[in-house]
């Protein structure tokens, strides 16, 4: 693997890691305001973002790179609302997006197929994230300021499950 490409796989491992910690964070906050739904929700989240760190690290052992874990930068801990979160998350998440895209890129520069296909999974999931948040929003943007709609919101959040990643079978 072309050192650079290895350099910046490191970085998204890091990220991806950065961004589990962020999630995590948004999960507690939720919990302490009594938001057990978006609190299921974010702590889900957390778990994916942990899948798509192993599923780089996997990646690159693999391919005989070499992992460097690095420490992970400190998060957010609070929220002016619930609204603020969710932003704060598609924002991060156009920001791994563009990661992504750009190491896709490099991949391409040095003809690295191999990682260029593993990308592609990221590519498309980030696609689904950035989807799933907007979807969010725009429905906390309907609800404008309705404590009952909100609560009931906040429920149905509970509904959803977690899926291990694809890649790690």
């Known amino acids: 693997m072309d050192r ?13 890691l950065w961004s589990a910690y962020l999630y995590l ?5 939720a919990k302490s305001k009594g938001l057990d739904g978006v ?6 989240q957390w778990l994916e973002e942990q899948d798509h760190a192993r599923i780089l690290q996997e990646y690159m052992l693999r391919v005989d790179a070499k992992v460097t874990l690095m420490p992970i ?19 991060h998440e156009q920001q791994v997006t ?12 040095v003809d690295d197929f191999s990682t260029v296909s593993r990308l592609q999974w990221f590519i498309d ?10 979807a969010i929003l725009s429905a906390l ?14 429920k149905s959040l509970l509904c959803r499950q977690y899926t291990k990643a694809e890649p790690l079978g």
């Open 4 to 16: 650079k490409i290895e350099e910046a796989m490191n970085r998204q491992i890091n990220a991806e």
């Open 25 to 29: 964070s948004m999960s507690l906050y």
């Open 39 to 44: 609190s299921h929700w974010m702590y889900l």
């Open 73 to 91: 930068d400190g998060v957010p801990s609070s929220w002016e609302s619930v609204y603020a979160m969710f932003k704060d998350a598609l924002i």
């Open 98 to 109: 563009h990661m992504i895209r750009r190491m896709v890129k490099m991949a391409y520069d």
């Open 125 to 134: 999931e980030q696609v689904e994230e950035e989807d799933s948040v907007r």
């Open 141 to 154: 943007e309907m609800l404008g300021g309705d404590s009952a709609a909100m609560y009931e919101y906040d």
